[in-house]
């Protein structure tokens, strides 16, 4: 009988000590583990050509609600770091988990920058490619030119020899002077000269006698 009373009793504690055990977890984690999170808070971050394939820090403010004391909010600023890696394209995101405000019924959204690509003046990327058109006269497309090409990492630029009868539409390859690539910094695109040619718009009668002696029929 002592037995029996003995064991019972161990088992009555067993079950004691589980259910306050679930009672503790339930008031602890329950409140956290139900609440929704706040929809995410997307902010546009715009960078040059040069800045996306050279890489940068940003170091952008934010401000935020934070709870101070029980219910009880106050609002702070926060500095985010946003380590910019070279090659990165238009639309890459990074995210801040949990940095946006507190609120007492949710969780603190994710704070998710995207990468906007500024459009630049003289060269479209395609990729990690970069496309320059040159515009030429009649005359150097038909004779040949030396020309300064531009280049996104050289305020010098890279002087290039064209060959005679370039014609409309004709493009150059440049390989290694596009953009870094983003995930192999020993890689780099290629720089693209397309050309096009400008005709005259207009000529005298003895041009057109001289143009017609040198040029052939066909």
């Not at 929809?39 to 050279?54: D, F, P, R, S």
């Not at 704070?111 to 490619?129: L, S």
């Not at 064209?162 to 695109?189: E, T, W």
Request: glycine content about 6%; some cysteine.
């Amino acid at each position: 009988r002592y037995k029996q009373w003995y064991q019972r009793r161990v088992r009555g504690k067993k079950r004691s000590s589980s259910q306050k055990h679930t009672v503790f977890e339930t008031f602890c984690r329950g409140p956290f583990e139900n609440r929704p999170k706040d929809k995410e808070v997307i902010k546009e971050l715009a960078l040059t050509l040069e800045e996306l394939h050279a890489g940068l820090t940003k170091r952008i403010k934010i401000t935020k609600k934070v709870e101070c004391e029980r219910n009880k909010f106050r609002f702070i600023e926060r500095i985010l770091e946003i380590k910019v890696r070279p090659g990165w394209k238009d639309g890459t995101r990074i995210t801040f988990e949990r940095e946006g405000n507190v609120n007492i019924d949710s969780i603190p959204a994710d704070i998710v920058f995207t990468i906007k690509e500024k459009p630049h003046p003289i060269f479209e990327r395609v990729g990690d490619d970069l496309m320059y058109n040159v515009s030429l006269s009649l005359k150097n497309s038909l004779v040949g030119s030396d020309i300064i090409v531009p280049l996104i990492d050289s305020p010098r630029g890279l002087d290039v020899r064209l060959p005679p009868l370039i014609p409309p539409g004709f493009s150059r390859v440049i390989p290694f002077h596009g953009m870094q690539n983003q995930k192999d910094g020993a890689k780099r695109g290629d720089l693209i000269l397309k050309f096009s040619v400008c005709y005259p718009e207009s000529l005298t009668p003895q041009q057109i006698e001289s143009l017609r002696k040198i040029l052939p029929d066909h």
